[in-house]
């Protein structure tokens, strides 16, 4: 038996990188595993061919997280699949990386409707159900951009700064109804969101980074599950930093 033997389990974005990572570490530990992607109908199917070849159950849905109604219908899907919701992670980001003075208005709006208003519009729909329950975790994505000026990334920066902040007041408002939240900010992870800060500044970075090297998406994904395992009972409202002493 796993550590989320039986649970129901929504990860957001779940098709590749770290999302996947969690899926797939969710199945491992006995979950039922639901996630969600956005366009990459073959990413998804292999990911999901890749978790019920373990023998467990795996839902893909695809849904925009920026979309309230399709985020509505996502997480409808998932209780009606596995009759709760158990653990939403809210891993679904992207980054449109400039200058702040030359940054179109349309990436400043793209990415903080992406990574804040979809963990907004998740949060909210599978709050429902867990108050039900009396129980859940939630655990959001955030980055040490949260924390660390980035140049080209202002848009990014305050996006995951809000997300640990909702983190804060979220973890204070759903604490009376049994259920935590918390975040984990990584640092530089090998996936395809940083391959081209990878290619272009990976060396210099690495000299930036304590362990001297860039991180794997399932070393991330194992403090998210920690995070959504019994072994967290008391933590809320936190942000784990798993960035290998980055900047230290
Ligand atoms: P990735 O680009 O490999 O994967 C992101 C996933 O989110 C993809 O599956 C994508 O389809 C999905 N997604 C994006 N926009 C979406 C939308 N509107 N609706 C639904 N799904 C959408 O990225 P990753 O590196 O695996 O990043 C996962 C999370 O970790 C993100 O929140 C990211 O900001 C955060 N993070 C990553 C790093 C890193 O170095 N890779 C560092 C810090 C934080």
Request: charged share 20%; net charge negative; aromatic share 4%.
């Amino acid at each position: 038996m796993g550590r989320l033997a039986g649970r129901a389990v929504l990860v957001t974005g779940g098709s590749r990188g770290i999302g996947r990572s969690c899926v797939e570490l969710a199945a491992a530990e006995g979950a039922r595993v639901a996630f969600t992607y956005r366009a990459n109908t073959a990413a998804a199917e292999a990911t999901t061919a890749a978790v019920r070849a373990t023998g467990v159950e795996c839902l893909a849905l695809q849904a925009d997280g920026t979309d309230r109604s399709q985020v509505q219908a996502a997480v409808q899907a998932v209780v009606e699949a596995f009759d709760r919701i158990d653990v939403l992670i809210n891993n679904a980001g992207i980054i449109r990386d400039q200058l702040m003075v030359a940054m179109e208005p349309d990436d400043w709006d793209a990415v903080l409707a992406t990574n804040l208003g979809g963990t907004f519009h998740f949060t909210q729909e599978v709050a429902q159900p867990m108050m039900l329950q009396k129980a859940g975790r939630i655990i959001n994505l955030s980055s040490a951009a949260a924390t660390q000026g980035g140049r080209g990334q202002a848009n990014y920066a305050a996006s995951k700064a809000a997300i640990e902040a909702f983190t804060r007041a979220c973890a204070v408002e759903l604490a009376p109804k049994g259920i935590t939240v918390n975040a984990v900010a990584p640092g530089l992870i090998e996936t395809d969101m940083s391959r081209e800060v990878r290619s272009l500044a990976g060396d210099r970075i690495r000299e930036e980074i304590a362990l001297r090297r860039f991180g794997m998406p399932e070393e991330v994904a194992r403090v998210v599950l920690f995070l959504a395992s019994d072994e967290a009972t008391y933590i809320t409202g936190q942000v784990i930093h798993v960035d290998g002493g980055l900047r230290l």
